[in-house]
């Protein structure tokens, strides 16, 4: 006896809510994904200012030393 058209619909509702659900899952994942990504873009954001900070702290204090043995190469 072959199968009844009740039987065929219970298997694609059954299908159909087993896809429902691995799209919610995907979904869910997809949004931690994109959470996680935003959290590491906004430190490296303050990685790249700290580090241009420090490297602006290095120029000014060569500049300062290459000031002081400049006016002590000019007093001599």
Do not use: C
Request: no cysteine; hydrophobic share 45%; glycine share 4%.
């Amino acid at each position: 006896m072959p199968p009844s058209a009740e039987t065929y619909e219970g298997i694609v509702m059954t299908e159909v809510s087993e896809m429902s659900q691995l799209r919610e899952l995907h979904d869910a994942e997809f949004w931690l994904v994109e959470s996680k990504l935003m959290d590491l873009k906004d430190r490296v954001t303050r990685l790249e200012t700290t580090i241009a900070r420090g490297v602006l702290l290095l120029v000014a204090n060569l500049a300062g030393v290459v000031m002081t043995l400049a006016q002590d190469f000019l007093r001599q």
